[in-house]
């Protein structure tokens, strides 16, 4: 050991097994013991052999040495006399370890001698850690083994000590670079991850001091990431540089996109505009490394500063390689969480906070509010005829608009508010921070209001959209979320109720309609649950036949108070409550049932034709749902036609078509149902496997006295035998309605002219009188 230990530290125990390294070292070692007793016995004579062994435990790297029973050296090998600070052995022989080291190290090693006689067992591979002056470590690996005398008593100690310290580094760098990877795995802090991978770095190449720069989002500055071992006031000084092409190491780094290695900071060119700046800190050499993203992207620069110059060695390079490909991953990782993050709680198309972000700020905004005696205003936004435009001038003007009419919205609010997009053309406004006082809330939302509304350019088309809003402040009308979510609900259907465009703001009138509302859908609920329901149906004659070839079916409500409920009453609540799904799925099920039942009893057959709800039409097994009322009814597809209205179509013109020739390919009849009140646009018309047009009441109830009437009927009734589909006129209550029908080229009614919806008795016996 050199004269620099200063401090021994003893790590660990002994280990059981030794490697193979040590066991040869120990093998020549009980050679020495041998010869230790032939020297120090009666036949100390034989020289030659001394020598040879001698030579050969000088020319082992590894310290050989054996002590008496008290510690005392008897022979050492030139390893150890060198390593203690001796030029011979015979300096060293009678010596202790108490007279060569520290007595806290003395004493351990002593310890360990003292066992290794007490159990005569020997110790291997046993780790201690050096340290020695300037806080530069060692680790040695050393096993003892009893000394024994030709009588088999032992009577001292035989060691091997072998110097571990590069094996021990390697492994803790390893250990190090997993311990890394795992917290990348477990997502902990960049900062956290950083001052790791320093202290990893430092801790290895002993004398250096790393940092980490980050590039700012506009690719332009480097920021400081971590850089624990710098001076504050250097890290400071720096932070915030300008990337270029002569910017110390990390600037040009980052610039060039390649690694500088700076030799002498004080005279390299790339530091001459910074040698001031670093002079007063003491750093001449620094070496940078470019930190790139998976796809190469720079997102910032590792780098180790030295105090003395020079160029960093093989095993620097490839630590600073290592250090800044692991901070890559550690922050693509970082990032792609806030992007993942950013993604579950924003709204991709306009940006805006989504609803599970709002739910998570609401709560808060509330606390705060209600701490600081102030109000908070929470308006629902729904923008008027969105649908109209987005089906007239399709999905991507829609998209457009959107995001128009985001941006605007957030033109009007301040950082602290909140614009959240909770679906379709449905927004939430949240304005925090208000004072307690009356005659704030409502201007700045109509300032909002006014914002939307200023005329804008789509698709080439100049539009101008209103909106309407619910609004509600807290305390006032509500403490909580939910309370508060509901109330502005139920101001926005008044506000709808009012023509739209306009604000309203909640009162308990509206809190008594929501009620009422709650009640009924509840009241709905059980409904279909206890399938209070019955299916009425209307006659479809033809005329040049006179015969009735089909049979509308309509739904009624029996209700056990009410009695019958016309649909008009309770399925635009259905529908917005989705209750429809399971209300159509029952109508659907009935009539195949009927019509099945009606064939069987000898009734001629006819076809049943069933209205189709766009929630119902849009649910992605409902072809399959038509299949199996089909196929549980035992009813044959050509005898089922299902109603589908224009506007249900054009919703998603595509995946309408495609639904529509899955249920045609099950053998269904299509109808569309009001034709002429929608918006088909005459070229999607053509691609709809669609059987029949059925002209709207409102067209027919006019006839003969309006003119316009009358020319989008026969308008319809021409178009429907140009594009070879059949044509119906329902809603025909007239002998005059009729004729004008026959005369030109309409030949299906229905309508009260013939018979109004009848109980499934009253159509069997229509069927048979037939
Ligand atoms: N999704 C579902 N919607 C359904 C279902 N059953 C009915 N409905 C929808 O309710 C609307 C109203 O139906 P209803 O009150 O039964 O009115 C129908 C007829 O009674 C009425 N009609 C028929 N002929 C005449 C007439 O000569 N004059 C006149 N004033 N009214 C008449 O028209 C309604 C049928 O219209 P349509 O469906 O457009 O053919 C009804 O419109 C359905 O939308 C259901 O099971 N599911």
Redesign the pocket.
Known sequence: MTNELSRYRRDSGAKIASNDDTRRLLAASQKLVAEIARLTGPEADIADRHDWLETMMNHVPDCIYAKDAEGRFLMANHATVVENGFSSMSEIVGKTDFDLHPREAAQSFFDVERRVMETGEPMFDIEELAVVDRGSERWLATSKVPLRNKAGATIGTVGVSRDITQQKRVERLLVGQARLLEKIAKSVSLQEFFNELLGLIESHLQGVVGSVLMLSEDGRQLLTGAAPGLDPAYSAAIHGIEIGPKVGSCGTAAWRGEPVFVADILSDPLWEDYTELVRPFGYRSCWSMPIRSYNGQVLGTFALYSPAPGVPSEEQRELISMAAHLTGIAIERQKTEERIHFMAHHDALTGLPNRMLFDERVALALENARRANQWVALAFLDLDNFKLINDSLGHKAGDELLRIVARRMLSCVRKSDMIVRVGGDEFIILLTDLPAENGIVVPRLEDIRREIAAPLTIAGRSLQVSCSMGVVAFPEHGTTAEELLANADAAMYRAKELGRNNLQIFNAQMAATAHEKLRRYEELREAVAREEFV??Y?PQMNLRSGKIFAA?????WQHPERGIV???EF?PLA?ETGL?VD??DW?LNAACHQNKAWQDAGLPPIVIS????AR?FRERDWVSRVATALAESGLEARYLEL?LTESLIMQDVPQAVATMHALEALGIQLAI??FGTGYSSLSALKRFPVKRL?I??SFVMDIPFDEDDKAITSAIISLAQELGMEVIA????TEAQLEFLRDNGCNEI????FS??VPAEGLARLISAD
């Open positions: 299916l009425h209307q509308e079916s309509l739904l009624r016309a649909p008009g399925i529908e429809i209300i159509g109508a069933v209205n189709v709800s119902q109603e149902d009001d059925k709207d009441r329902e809603g025909v209550e229905q309508g009260y002219f109004r919806p």
